[in-house]
T-cell receptor, first 112, second 114 residues
Framework: AQSVSQHNHHVILSEAASLELGCNYSYGGTVNLFWYVQYPGQHLQLLLKYFSGDPLVKGIKGFEAEFIKSKFSFNLRKPSVQWSDTAEYFCAVRNNFNKFYFGSGTKLNVKP | DTGVSQNPRHKITKRGQNVTFRCDPISEHNRLYWYRQTLGQGPEFLTYFQNEAQLEKSRLLSDRFSAERPKGSFSTLEIQRTEQGDSAMYLC????????????FGPGTRLTVL
């Protein structure tokens, strides 16, 4: 069965700290990979996506993610977090049948 | 364009009642998705339409759940004979048709089954 694992359920950081959120998926075929963010009281919105090409993708607000095919991973990073990055982050995979699978999310709390 | 809208935003119902939710996608978006999200979990795929055709349906969706998109625009999700386990946030998302296009989510409908 296809699945997406986010191992960090809750992360607390101080401002300016570096961030890395783990995401691993299980699917043997071609996948597209996404990170979504949900700020408090807001809809889910796209942070970044990977379809092909350069495995290091850059998204909005200084976020980036690296696709490592051999590790089935797509970890999210940001060199220096801000208080406004406090949100819940979801990793998602789309398979070649256009079905999306989401991880359980990571709540990030950035202390000012 | 105001994005994906969902109505109602909240629904409280008694066990055994039927409920129907509506989703209005972004205009000209061919694809429409329904998800369910429970506390502490990510969105869980329920079903997907391309125009009016329902192309995928999760095995998690019991016979009590049905979705339609009759004219390829708005969609409805109906749950018959609701159970307490149906309590969740029901999310709708839409996307243009294209291999590199992504989804835009609505605010969701929160269902509480008493």
């Amino acid at each position: 069965a296809q699945s997406v694992s986010q191992h960090n359920h809750h992360v607390i950081l101080s401002e300016a700290a570096s961030l890395e959120l783990g995401c691993n998926y299980s699917y043997g075929g071609t996948v597209n990979l996404f990170w979504y963010v949900q700020y408090p009281g807001q809809h889910l919105q796209l942070l970044l996506k990977y379809f092909s090409g350069d495995p290091l993708v850059k998204g909005i607000k200084g976020f980036e993610a690296e696709f490592i095919k051999s590790k089935f991973s797509f970890n999210l990073r940001k060199p220096s977090v801000q208080w406004s990055d406090t949100a819940e982050y979801f990793c998602a995979v789309r398979n070649n049948f256009n079905k999306f699978y989401f991880g359980s999310g990571t709540k990030l709390n950035v202390k000012p | 364009d105001t994005g994906v809208s969902q109505n109602p935003r909240h629904k409280i119902t008694k066990r055994g009642q039927n409920v129907t939710f509506r989703c209005d996608p972004i205009s000209e978006h061919n694809r429409l998705y329904w998800y369910r999200q429970t506390l502490g979990q990510g969105p869980e795929f329920l079903t997907y339409f391309q125009n009016e055709a329902q192309l995928e349906k999760s095995r998690l969706l019991s016979d009590r759940f049905s979705a339609e998109r009759p004219k390829g625009s708005f969609s409805t999700l109906e749950i018959q004979r609701t159970e307490q386990g149906d309590s969740a946030m029901y999310l709708c998302a839409s996307s243009p048709q294209g291999s590199t296009d992504t989804q835009y989510f609505g605010p969701g409908t929160r269902l509480t089954v008493l």
